[in-house]
């Protein structure tokens, strides 16, 4: 009944082995997940949760030990030299275990600092957060400070160049209206002039004028006609 017992102890102590290997391999993968770029929270909680069920498990293994170890203690009492073999066998699986529970340890707690090292740079970025929409406000403001700058200098520039380009038009409009009016003075005295030598010289005299100095002038009337 004994060597049945110390059976069933050395296989609850690998099965714990086997348990906490499989945790030691989700502290690595939540590690890797704190030492990438960009932390995945869902996966991470995905891990915590796979994790805990074996935790379950480790702890169900813990207690069933315990109660068989209780049984077995007593038995062995007079009789450990039976069966040195088992027993070295059960110490060389515990001292695997401890050695076990402790690099386990060490992996919680290193993830335990990624955790909290996580933490504090989310509350910075909180922070920044919160001040995110008062620079973004100071932002606007400067930025509408210089468009009215750069609005008001272009229509300073354009009102300068209006001026210029009014004050061109004005002397242009003087300067036609004047052309204007000796162009007209000019074809009233050239009439006047026209209608003298014409009374005095007569028709066939002028006629004969037209066709030397004003040839164009005679095809031009003559299609009319």
């Known amino acids: 009944m004994t060597g049945n017992y110390l059976t069933l102890l050395e296989e609850s102590l690998r099965r714990k082995l086997q348990v906490m290997e499989e945790i030691q391999k989700y502290n690595m993968r939540q590690q890797e997940i704190f030492q990438s770029g960009e932390v995945d929270i869902d996966k991470f909680d995905e891990y915590v949760a796979e994790k805990g069920v074996l935790i379950d498990k480790l ?3 813990d ?13 062995l009492q007079g009789s450990r030299e039976q069966y040195a073999d088992q027993i070295r066998t059960l110490q060389g699986l515990v001292t695997q275990v401890t050695d076990r529970s402790v690099d386990i340890q060490a992996q919680e707690a290193r ?20 001040e995110l929409p008062r620079e973004i406000e100071q932002a ?7 468009t009215m700058d750069c609005c008001y200098d272009t229509m300073q ?5 209006i001026q210029e380009i009014a004050q061109w038009v004005t002397e242009v409009r003087i300067e036609l209206k004047k052309r204007l009016i000796r162009k ?3 074809e009233q005295r050239n009439n006047a002039i026209y209608s003298y030598m014409h009374d005095v010289f007569g028709a066939e005299v002028i ?4 066709m030397k100095y004003n040839p164009d002038q005679r095809e031009s009337g003559a299609g009319e006609e």
């Open 59 to 61: 702890t169900a293994l």
């Open 63 to 75: 207690s069933g030990f315990e109660k068989l170890y209780a049984k077995v203690s007593e038995e």
């Open 111 to 130: 993830n335990k600092k990624l955790v909290e090292d996580c933490n504090q740079r989310l509350e910075g970025y909180q922070d920044e957060l919160l």
């Open 140 to 146: 606007n403001f400067k930025l509408m400070l210089a």
């Open 157 to 161: 520039e354009n009102g300068a160049d």
């Open 184 to 186: 007209q003075e000019m």
């Open 207 to 210: 006629e004969i004028f037209d």
